[in-house]
């Protein structure tokens, strides 16, 4: 009776709440990142762009919606589904959740089957053997729970990294595929350059036979055509990588053939004033790394409760027999064993201490690359935001360049009519003209780098465009 009783209590005392464990709480996290030395002489302005009070519902997503089209889309939702680093982290996060099963598993009894057979040299009697046998170890201080909490919070974590890549992916795509846009463009821009510095040769060399000009104004012409046929063939060659590129990126054979329009969508919408700090905290690389944190708090928690006393119930049920034919039934000759063991460690050359102390420093570590994450967030986003300023001003300046070169080859134009100016200077004129139209490709191009380069520092959320 006292035997049973003691069972019982054992039984109730590790389906109980266990003595040692404890959940991280919100004011432990925070805790925990204060602490962090990279943070402490860091202030954030009071007026700086991160709203602390607005809603995040309440930003409006216009200015990188604009830069959507239905190919660009097409070709991320194709790298969701076919890229090979996705295809790959998909498994990864797979084994991490058996992984965390398993750690579950420890909880709870295992329980395996026995059987064997001997020979007594002596005797010369057989001995066969049958059971079931059941191992518990009672979780009194949360170490099992801890480890499998810690695997859980390590789930998360690299699910919050999964979802990273996945935004990452797809920023890549549109970089790519906007690249492409521009490097179509760039050529289209250089054969008209050539073709206006040929128009130009061929005035030399009328000017020549009239004795304007000489040899050497038709020998530099002719070097400066060579060198932008060799330039637009760098152009032409990297336009082909891009492609090979974008097509790596949607899981597509790299051949360099995929087609992308030769224009760039108008861009509509401005950039917000300012975001909701919100934004920020639900960085998908800022999860992961909470998680880690709250990872690292259950691994501390484990290894001091490796150091106090386990306490193990085990039990086995089987039969066994000497010098019989055959065991006839598992209870033909019966066999019910039950009993428990204490074990503490007391020497181990300080081994379990020195476990204790070094997660204690790798949650250190975590909580400083958490730190980290943050303060290379700010700079993302205030350097995006600067460039952003920065090419919009550019644009505005190559625009009104663009505008006056217009009106001065209008009026040049008239004037040749009336034989107040040549060919000559209209086509110099215009070929400046493309110089500056083939800047503007670039800040364009630029605008919407920074713009996806800004989406992410802000959390991509929902991926880009899905």
Known sequence: M???LMILGMLSLGLSSCIGYKEPTKENIAQLKKNSEIASPITIPDDWIFDRNANIRSLSYDWITDLKTPQLETFINEGMQYNADIIIAKEK??????????AGSNLYPSVSAVANTSNNLVSESQIRRLALKANWEIDLWGKNKS?????????????????????????????????????????????????????????????????????????????EIISLEGYLEK??????????????????????KLETQNFFTPVQNNIPSSFPLELLENRSDIQAYHFQIEKSFY???QAKAARLPSLNINTSLGTAGSNVEAINSLF????????GGLVSPIFNNGKLKKNVEIKTSQQKQIVEEYSKAVLNALNEVESSLANLNSIEKQSDF????????????????????VGTNNSFVLIRKQRDLLKNEMNLINLELQDKMERINLYMALGAKNFIFS
Request: proline letters at 1%.
């Open 2 to 4: 006292y035997k049973r």
């Open 93 to 102: 996060l797979n084994q991490i959740e058996l992984a965390m099963e398993i």
């Open 147 to 223: 480890a499998q909490m810690a695997s859980t919070s390590d789930y998360f974590s690299a699910k919050h990294q999964n979802t990273l890549l996945h935004q990452s992916i797809a920023a890549m795509i549109a970089k790519a595929y906007y690249l492409n846009i521009a490097g179509n463009i760039q050529e289209n821009k250089i054969e008209g350059y050539i073709q206006k510095t040929k128009e130009l040769e061929k005035l030399y060399t009328i000017q020549k036979k009239v004795g304007t000009a000489n040899a050497l104004d038709l020998s530099n012409i002719a070097a």
């Open 235 to 256: 152009i032409r060659n990297a336009n082909t990588q891009s492609r090979r590129s974008l097509e790596l990126l949607t899981g597509k054979y790299p051949e360099g």
């Open 299 to 301: 691994e501390v928690q």
């Open 332 to 339: 033909s000759n019966p066999l019910l064993r039950v009993g």
């Open 398 to 417: 190559s625009r009104k360049a663009i505008n006056e070169l217009n009106t001065n080859i209008n009026l040049t134009q008239k004037q040749i009519k």
